[in-house]
Antibody, heavy 123, light 110 residues
């Protein structure tokens, strides 16, 4: 059974940093691209970042470019999102999601999602 | 404002069919066949229902179907059931932004 389990969320102040992790199991991790998608409370979904199976390709939404860094450790089947210079509008539930292909581009669907982890940025 | 435009809400009675539209531009929905649809129940993660405009992943009911015409994609649910009540999101690949979402459509089963 495929599983994705996010961790590392919490409450931080504006300007601080946080690192999210997503532990994967039940599939060949390095054979698939992975993405982070966030959802603001009561609102819609926003794709944040994606990384190819080999980690050769990384992609970011304009809203986080230069502040967030996506990475993966295929030996540990774990996906990461390093979030720096956090802002109030980064407050959201962050989901890690598995792509259907080894590459991020083009997106052909995210077929497994974690349960999500809440990140709150507030002073 | 979301990149793709969806109606805020739709409703239907059990057994009926409904369609949800997703309107984009030539740069996303109209330019590629990489449209996906997700179902999200309250407090749950999104679930992939359709990818590549009209392909159902294994395990998804054949009551769900997708199509596209020009810059507008559509999700159709036939034989509505109470369990279909959820929020539905469309997505599309866009070369400049990678992946863009619609604002979501709340489906109410009357």
């Amino acid at each position: 059974e495929m599983k994705l389990l996010e961790s590392g969320g919490g409450l931080v102040q504006p300007g601080e940093s946080l690192r999210l992790s997503c532990a994967a199991s039940g599939f060949t991790f390095n054979a698939y691209a992975m993405s982070w998608v966030r959802q603001t409370p009561g609102k819609g979904l926003e794709w944040v970042s994606g990384i190819s199976g080999s980690a050769a390709g990384t992609y970011y939404a304009d809203s986080v470019k230069g502040r967030f860094t996506i990475a993966r450790d295929n030996s540990k089947s774990t996906l990461y999102l390093q979030m720096n210079s956090l802002r109030d509008d980064d407050t959201a539930v962050y989901y890690c999601a598995k792509g259907r292909d080894v590459v991020v581009v083009p997106d052909r669907g995210l077929d497994y999602w974690g349960q999500g982890i809440l990140v709150t940025v507030s002073s | 404002q979301s990149a793709l435009t969806q109606p805020a809400s739709v409703s239907g009675s059990p057994g009926q069919s409904i369609s949800i539209s997703c309107t984009g531009t030539d740069s996303d929905v109209g330019g590629y066949r990489f449209v996906s649809w997700y179902q999200q129940h309250p407090g749950k993660a999104p679930k992939l229902m359709i990818y590549d405009v009209s392909v159902r992943p294994s395990g998804v009911s054949n009551r769900f179907s997708g199509s596209k015409s020009g810059n507008t994609a559509s999700l159709t649910i036939s034989g509505l059931q109470a369990e279909d009540e959820a929020v539905y999101y469309c997505t599309s690949y866009r070369s400049s932004d990678i992946l863009v979402f619609g604002g979501g459509t709340k489906l109410t089963v009357l």
